[in-house]
């Protein structure tokens, strides 16, 4: 594609399977990261506490289920991620080294150029990776905790506490503090992955030109 | 139509999913091979521990702490009997519950 759009053209940005699936991830993360962090300062009496825990497990139950169909119904979209996030080049440091001209236009009010990005830019690349791997050990070790806490070693139960905590918590501050203020932020994202999946594709060109000059093709009417 | 493009469609070439099986299936089997191993291990020393106490307890002529003569001579010299008030005082235990982390 040559990126030359007209002004009302729409791109669909996100296909129905992943807004469901990241709907899924809003509806299961959030509830569980918000009791986890409960859970680990203990706040209120056992009632609350009981109450935190049982939320706990039905956002977990949601997530696993959600990742695991995701995995198993759309292999496409996951390698696809997997490519993406995980091809880094000269480009993707640059714009790392400049947080994506984020500073500048938040807090300066000022537009810098930064690298061209494809559908995700390299701040998403590295988040990417970290819930990847994050999420897979934070599901491992909470089914373990919940399934098998009777059934396993000391050992093995004390390791899958920690890093369930630790994991879970730095993945929680991650999504609070940067994923959710960005994609707000990115307002037609927002917008995109929660409402219909399409975007303008004017806007589209503008901040993933990578994606709109190579991995996009007109639908044949 | 409320769009005019989409993403082109993913191929996965063979590589890529013998590739993605693979690891798929070597961290599954390495999981279920180490949970496994460690019950199965964990289930061992169990039983060699029960093993152990079985065979101590038929080396001793007296199996129960009631017949202990030790234990008889202690009330007698200290002159007071099993579950009376002092005795209740001073080996009764109380119950901890360690199964939270």
Same mark, same amino acid.
């Given at each position: 594609?040559?990126?030359?759009?007209?002004?009302?053209?729409?791109?669909?940005?996100?296909?129905?399977?992943?807004?469901?699936?990241?709907?899924?991830?809003?509806?299961?993360?959030?509830?569980?990261?918000?009791?986890?962090?409960?859970?680990?300062?203990?706040?209120?009496?056992?009632?609350?506490?009981?109450?935190?825990?049982?939320?706990?497990?039905?956002?977990?139950?949601?997530?696993?289920?959600?990742?695991?169909?995701?995995?198993?119904?759309?292999?496409?979209?996951?390698?696809?991620?997997?490519?993406?996030?995980?091809?880094?080049?000269?480009?993707?440091?640059?714009?790392?080294?400049?947080?994506?001209?984020?500073?500048?236009?938040?807090?300066?009010?000022?537009?810098?150029?930064?690298?061209?990005?494809?559908?995700?830019?390299?701040?998403?690349?590295?988040?990417?990776?970290?819930?990847?791997?994050?999420?897979?050990?934070?599901?491992?070790?909470?089914?373990?905790?919940?399934?098998?806490?009777?059934?396993?070693?000391?050992?093995?139960?004390?390791?899958?506490?920690?890093?369930?905590?630790?994991?879970?918590?730095?993945?929680?501050?991650?999504?609070?503090?940067?994923?959710?203020?960005?994609?707000?932020?990115?307002?037609?994202?927002?917008?995109?992955?929660?409402?219909?999946?399409?975007? =303008?594709?004017?806007?589209?060109?503008?901040?993933?030109?990578?994606?709109?000059?190579?991995?996009?093709?007109?639908?044949?009417? | 139509?409320?769009?005019?493009?989409?993403?082109?469609?993913?191929?996965? =070439?063979?590589?890529?999913?013998?590739?993605?099986?693979?690891?798929?299936?070597?961290?599954?089997?390495?999981?279920?091979?180490?949970?496994?191993?460690?019950?199965?291990?964990?289930?061992?020393?169990?039983?060699?521990?029960?093993?152990?106490?079985?065979?101590?307890?038929?080396?001793?002529?007296?199996?129960?702490?009631?017949?202990?003569?030790?234990?008889? =001579?202690?009330?007698?010299?200290?002159?007071?009997?099993?579950?009376?008030?002092?005795?209740?005082?001073?080996?009764?235990?109380?119950?901890?519950?360690?199964?939270?982390?």
């Amino acid at each position: 594609m040559d990126n030359n759009f007209k002004g009302n053209e729409r791109i669909l940005h996100h296909s129905l399977p992943v807004r469901l699936f990241h709907w899924c991830l809003v509806l299961g993360f959030l509830p569980a990261g918000f009791t986890g962090v409960i859970l680990f300062f203990r706040p209120f009496g056992e009632a609350g506490m009981h109450l935190a825990m049982q939320v706990h497990i039905v956002g977990a139950w949601i997530l696993m289920v959600a990742c695991t169909l995701f995995f198993l119904l759309c292999p496409g979209r996951v390698v696809a991620f997997w490519r993406e996030a995980f091809h880094w080049t000269k480009q993707d440091i640059e714009w790392m080294k400049v947080g994506g001209g984020y500073p500048q236009k938040m807090i300066f009010l000022q537009e810098i150029d930064v690298p061209p990005m494809g559908k995700i830019n390299s701040g998403q690349k590295m988040m990417g990776i970290m819930v990847f791997f994050g999420t897979l050990l934070i599901i491992l070790t909470g089914a373990v905790l919940y399934f098998a806490l009777p059934l396993v070693p000391k050992e093995i139960a004390y390791y899958a506490d920690r890093i369930h905590l630790i994991v879970g918590l730095g993945l929680f501050l991650c999504i609070c503090g940067g994923h959710i203020p960005l994609g707000i932020y990115n307002w037609p994202e927002f917008c995109s992955m929660f409402g219909d999946g399409t975007i =303008n594709a004017k806007h589209a060109a503008h901040h993933h030109p990578l994606w709109t000059q190579n991995e996009i093709e007109k639908i044949k009417d | 139509m409320r769009y005019s493009y989409k993403e082109k469609e993913v191929k996965i =070439n063979r590589r890529e999913f013998l590739g993605f099986a693979g690891v798929i299936a070597a961290v599954l089997w390495t999981g279920a091979y180490t949970v496994t191993d460690l019950i199965v291990d964990r289930t061992k020393y169990i039983k060699m521990r029960t093993a152990g106490l079985y065979q101590d307890d038929e080396k001793q002529a007296k199996r129960q702490s009631h017949h202990n003569q030790s234990l008889l =001579n202690m009330y007698k010299k200290m002159n007071f009997q099993p579950l009376s008030p002092l005795a209740e005082e001073l080996f009764h235990t109380h119950y901890v519950d360690r199964s939270v982390l």
